[in-house]
């Protein structure tokens, strides 16, 4: 079982940055593929970036493409997502989530681990 758990989040300006982590447990952390997702208030939860397990690929939702960075280090089984220019609209819980394969997916049902969430707030 693989257990998963962010951290990072907080309050931030509109315009501003900041960086969450999600760190894995398990010794196959290379082998999963790793995926952000969010879900705002009243909204359903939507992809936001992937990475593959190599780190290789990476892949993102329209709305961040260009403001957020996804990367992963499997020395410290550890995915993190830099954002940057944030909005207020990307005010959500964000979610780490893992996948037993190593190649990215944007179906959130196909992920098989989640951590807990953390939130994020920009305000105006």
């Known amino acids: 079982q693989v257990q998963l758990v962010e951290s990072g989040g907080g309050l931030v300006q509109a315009g501003g940055s900041l960086k969450v982590s999600c760190a894995a447990s398990?010794?196959?952390?290379?082998?999963?593929?790793m995926g952000w997702f969010r879900q705002a208030p009243g909204k359903e939860r939507e992809f936001v970036a992937g990475?593959?397990?190599?780190?290789?690929?990476?892949y993102y939702a329209d709305s961040v493409k260009g403001r957020f960075t996804i990367s992963r280090d499997n020395a410290k089984n550890t995915v993190y997502l830099q954002m940057n220019s944030l909005k207020p609209e990307d005010t959500a819980v964000y979610y780490c989530?893992?996948?037993?394969?190593?190649?990215?997916?944007?179906?959130?049902?196909?992920?098989?681990?989640w951590g807990q969430g953390t939130q994020v707030t920009v305000s105006s």
């Open positions: 989530a893992g996948r037993r394969l190593h190649f990215i997916v944007t179906i959130r049902n196909e992920y098989d681990y």
């Open positions: 398990g010794r196959t952390f290379s082998s999963y593929a």
């Open positions: 990475i593959s397990g190599s780190g290789i690929t990476t």
